[in-house]
Each structure stands twice: as structure tokens, then as C-alpha cells.
């Protein structure tokens, strides 16, 4: 039997400005990302859709979800195979196309982290784990684009 693991949010839109949606420039494209026992969040739509620049957005969102995952499992599997990281940055870059009529989709992510490492004889490992870390990677396994990964491994 498989386990199931459950999660819970509520996204509270907060951009009536009086009329709600009467017409496509009446409201705000902001709301509260609320889970419980955890600090709220406050998101917009992209910018280029009337969007909040200083809000996340869930273009943000998604990228930043692979990315974060890729890392936890990645820590995972260094720490199981010896591999003493120190540091871990990911700069991810994604891409999404409009279609003409509005709609779109994301045509691929890339992963660029930097990982620093203990030793040189881990950067062989080190390396190699990140397509690991990508098998196994709840949120990359979710998608249906590319999740490309591009790290750079630096010995401390």
C-alpha cells in the first residue's frame, strides 16, 4: 500500500477594491496564502498580468518548489553517500510561453545551484547525485516540462 501525505492551504483573494470583478481593471490580482501554524504570504499575479511586482507570484511559486525540493533531496542523498556539502545556492531560471489567446504553459526549468564541498574527492559524487535528486523529486515528478539541471561544484 502506498502512503498518501495530505496538505492543506487556503488562498484568500483580497484585491475587491469595492466592485469585484465588474470589469477586467475593477480588482487587484492580490491574496493571502494562509497555512496553518505558518506565516502567511502575500502573492499577486505577475506583473505582466496587472500583477504586484513586491508580491510572489505563482510563476514564483513553482519555480522556487522545484527548486527547493531538488536541494532537500539532493542534501539527502550527499549526506547518505558521504558527501560533506557546506554550501548550497540555486539561482532557477524558468521559462513560460503565452499562447495567443492568454492561456500558456511552462516549457522548462533550469536549476543552476552551486554546491561547495569538503574535499575534492566528492566532486565527482557530488555532481552525479543531482540526477538522483531529480528522479526523486516530488514536485519534478509532477510536472510535464523539462526540469534541467546546470550545477557548478566548488571544493572549500
Given amino acids: 500500500m502506498q502512503k498518501q501525505h495530505h496538505y492543506k492551504a487556503t488562498v484568500l483573494w483580497t484585491g475587491n477594491l469595492g466592485t469585484g470583478t465588474e470589469n477586467?481593471?475593477?480588482?487587484?490580482?492580490?491574496?493571502?496564502?494562509?497555512?496553518?501554524?505558518?506565516?502567511?504570504?502575500?502573492?499577486?499575479?505577475?506583473?505582466?498580468?496587472?500583477?504586484?511586482?513586491?508580491?510572489?507570484?505563482?510563476?514564483?511559486?513553482?519555480?522556487?518548489?522545484?527548486?527547493?525540493?531538488?536541494?532537500?533531496?539532493?542534501?539527502?542523498f550527499c549526506s547518505d553517500a558521504g558527501v560533506g556539502v557546506i554550501d548550497y545556492v540555486d539561482n532557477a531560471t524558468g521559462i513560460m510561453v503565452e499562447s495567443s489567446n492568454g492561456?500558456?504553459?511552462?516549457?522548462?526549468?533550469?536549476?543552476?545551484?552551486?554546491?561547495?564541498?569538503?574535499?575534492?574527492?566528492?566532486?565527482?559524487?557530488?555532481?552525479?547525485?543531482?540526477r538522483k535528486a531529480n528522479e526523486y523529486c516530488f514536485?519534478?515528478?509532477?510536472?510535464?516540462?523539462?526540469?534541467k539541471h546546470n550545477p557548478t561544484i566548488i571544493v572549500k
Avoid at 514536485?139 to 526540469?147: L, Q
Wanted: glycine share 4%; with cysteine; proline share 7%.
Fill in 24 to 76: 477586467y481593471r475593477s480588482y487587484e490580482r492580490s491574496y493571502e496564502i494562509i497555512i496553518e501554524n505558518k506565516p502567511n504570504i502575500l502573492g499577486s499575479s505577475d506583473p505582466a498580468f496587472r500583477g504586484e511586482k513586491n508580491k510572489h507570484n505563482p510563476e514564483d511559486f513553482l519555480i522556487t518548489s522545484l527548486s527547493s525540493c531538488h536541494m532537500l533531496w539532493y542534501l539527502h
Fill in 139 to 147: 514536485i519534478a515528478n509532477s510536472v510535464n516540462f523539462p526540469v
Fill in 103 to 130: 492561456s500558456g504553459q511552462f516549457a522548462e526549468v533550469i536549476l543552476y545551484p552551486t554546491v561547495t564541498v569538503k574535499e575534492p574527492t566528492m566532486v565527482h559524487k557530488a555532481i552525479e547525485l543531482h
